[in-house]
């Protein structure tokens, strides 16, 4: 089967740095992306690696590892409007785009 | 710049009444276009995706259908629908090896 796993919850305070893992395991894997939705609206996308490593953008850091299988979405400076659920989602095949997603982790920013 | 349109925002439909959602994306052409719907809490489950007009592809058995008439328009149909159709229902579009981006969603509740 295909599955991700991530936290379901994590609580963090304002001005502190927040990891949030997800492990993977599918058929095909062309990539790892991050998406962030806050409560009634949609995803938006935040990061995207197909490379092992640290891709930087603002506050927010992602991570791949492939041969774990393993990513992470690392945010700093949590500021109140972190506050959202979200999502891993693999890249499962290169041609049609398809992407299967995680059940999503809520972070909760406590002033 | 690309924009993606969905409609209606919210739905309330009797059990076994027909369905029909649209979905719309300017600004580019051939895109790839999805449909996933999201239960409350819960991550996005993709239900078709189409990589050009008249292609259709489904990711699971259901009580739904997609087609895609034009090559920016998306449609999602049932034609009688269950309570278990309730849902958040999603569009999103992508050019291939780029991040897939998110309609602003349908809540549709069956009553």
Not at chain 1, 67 to 84: H, I, N, R, T
Request: a neutral charge.
């Amino acid at each position: 089967g295909q599955s991700l796993e991530q936290p379901s919850e994590v609580t963090a305070v304002e001005g502190a740095i927040v990891q949030i893992n997800c492990t993977y395991q599918t058929s095909g894997f062309y990539g790892l992306s991050w998406y962030q939705q806050h409560d009634g609206g949609a995803p938006t996308f935040l990061s995207y690696n197909a490379l092992d490593g640290l891709e930087e953008t603002g506050r927010f850091s992602s991570f791949l590892s492939r041969s774990d299988s393993y990513g992470y979405l690392l945010l700093q400076e949590l500021q109140m409007k972190d506050s959202a659920s979200y999502f891993c989602a693999v890249k499962a095949s290169g041609n049609t785009g398809k992407l299967i997603f995680g059940q999503g982790t809520t972070l909760q920013v406590k002033p | 710049s690309q924009t993606i349109h969905q409609w209606p925002a919210t739905l309330v439909q009797p059990v076994g009444s027909p369905l029909s959602l649209e979905c719309t994306v300017e600004g580019t052409s051939n895109p790839n276009l999805y449909w996933y719907r999201q239960a409350a809490g819960r991550g996005l489950q993709l239900l078709f995706y189409s990589v050009g007009i008249g292609q259709i592809s489904s990711e699971v058995p259901q009580n739904l259908s997609a087609s895609r008439p034009q090559d920016r328009q998306f449609i999602l149909s049932s034609k009688k629908l269950l309570l278990s159709d309730s849902g958040f229902y999603l569009c999103a579009w992508a050019r291939s090896n780029q991040p897939q981006h998110f309609g602003d969603g349908t809540r549709l509740s069956i009553l």
